[in-house]
């Protein structure tokens, strides 16, 4: 079996790539370890910046985002109970983000490429990649109890965090950097109409707290805990009193409670993997970098990831020009990194941190007090929460 790029996962990166590349005319062939249901089971953040719905639009998979998605204007900061709007509109000079569940979004992907007949290889086991250092890499993995060889121009890793692209490099060719928080974030997705229209970010000594939403009728909400939290010690009720208890009273008083369509834990950590390029092997998305939720940088980050290689790619096959791929590692890590560094800040400014002092903790409220008292601070957080320039 021959294709020009082999992409690895398909999760959004993985589907967006795909659809972009094939877009251009380009052949491609994606490989996914797990069944579909499991890959939409998945559930991620789902707030875009205006670079991602650009790229969604211009992919052709934007109709159910533009008809379903929530334009937010604004975002609501608590510190001990006190409230801080940050105008993400006003601060940022006219940009907002789209609320969008990364779960639609990547069935609208789906949907997208089943409707174009360029099916995605679902439940394909034991992917290896080989010759990625030579002109002609390759990809073997099995399938319905037949292994299958693949021959390409170009391998994109698109498989996560845990996936095998990334895992297939030499440890002397790749340098990672990682800080792994001390803390988790025991998320609840409950039909119920969201306490406010924006999201709230709640620091409170008992921990972090944030009230988002997927709809008008579904909110998706955290705290803050111990990593080795077991949700089977956490019913609903002790949930959502505990959310409450992190809250300003007003809100906490306001808010409707029901029973968790989804409830889990999951852990924070940052983490860069640099280069992004191993000769024929591109690495995007998770693959490449991890950041805590708290910024709502991962799915925006895999999209800028995404623009960048399609541009590449399609500059190789299209112009003959290899300058945007020889290029694409440095481009991206320099986006990413501004992602990082934004994503640490805000969750230093609004988690409980167990080895802070006392000191720490002033240092934090200053932080605070000062974003409540500058407009210059406020544009700061705002032009990075809607997005830097891509
Ligand atoms: N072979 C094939 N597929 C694999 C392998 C493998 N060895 N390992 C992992 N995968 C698949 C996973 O099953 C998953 O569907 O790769 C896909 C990777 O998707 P994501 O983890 O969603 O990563 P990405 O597409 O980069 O999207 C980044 O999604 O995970 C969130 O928070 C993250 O919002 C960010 C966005
Ligand atoms: C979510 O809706 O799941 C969400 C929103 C914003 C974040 C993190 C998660 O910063």
Redesign the pocket.
Known sequence: MRTQVAI????????LLARLLENAGIDVLV????APD??LG?I??GVLEQGTVDLVEQAGVAARMRAEGLPHEGIELQFDGDPLRIDLRQRSGGKQVLVYG?TEL?RDLMQARAEAGTASVYE?ED?TLADFDTAHPRVT?RHGGATHAVECDFIAG????????RASVPARAIELFERVYPFGWLGVMADVPPVRDELIYAHHARGFALCSMRSRTRVRCYVQCPLDTDIADWSDARFWDELRSRLDPSVAEAMRTGPSIEKSVAPLRSFVAEPLRFGRLFL????AH??P?TGAK??N??ASDVRYLAEALVGHYRDKSDAGLDGYSARALARIWKAERFSWWMTKLLHSFPEDGAFDRRVQRAEFDYLAGSAAAQTALAENYVGLPV
């Open positions: 690895i996962g398909a999760g959004p990166a993985g589907l490989l996914e370890r797990r499991y890959v998945r991620r953040a990364q990547t394909a992917v993995y698109c498989d996560g965090f845990h996936g095998v692209a995007a998305g998770d693959a991890i950041v939720p991962g799915l980050l895999a």
